[in-house]
Nanobody, 124 residues
Framework: QVQLVESGGGLVQAGDSLTLSCAAS????????TAWFRQGPGKEHEFVAT????????YYADSMRGRFTISRDKVKNTVYLQMNSLKPEDTAVYAC?????????????????WGRGTQVTVSS
């Protein structure tokens, strides 16, 4: 089993920055990639970004590319999401997920383990 715990969410103003953390524990050695998803009020689950276990490959949703940066600290077994120039429409619950499937994927159905999420609220 793998446990994922997110932290770092909060209430910020438009234009601010925020860094989310996703700490993994348990049997993480066979994970291929970790991703961040978000779900805003009344919206579907939305892919944000993903990074492979080695950290060698990353992929972003078009609307986040350039503003968000995903990274991994292998020693701490933690994945980060640096979010800059936040907008009110970025308000959502952000959750991290890990997949065993050996490919970059943006489909939430491909992810095997999920954290509970952390709330990010951006005021205008």
């Amino acid at each position: 089993q793998v446990q994922l715990v997110e932290s770092g969410g909060g209430l910020v103003q438009a234009g601010d920055s925020l860094t989310l953390s996703c700490a993994a524990s348990g049997r993480t050695f066979n994970m291929y990639a970790t991703a961040w998803f978000r779900q805003g009020p009344g919206k579907e689950h939305e892919f944000v970004a993903t990074i492979t276990w080695t950290g060698s490959s990353t992929y972003y949703a078009d609307s986040m590319r350039g503003r968000f940066t995903i990274s991994r600290d292998k020693v701490k077994n933690t994945v980060y999401l640096q979010m800059n120039s936040l907008k009110p429409e970025d308000t959502a619950v952000y959750a991290c997920a890990e997949t065993l499937k050996p490919r970059i994927t943006t489909d939430s159905r491909d992810y095997d383990y999920w954290g509970r999420g952390t709330q990010v609220t951006v005021s205008s």
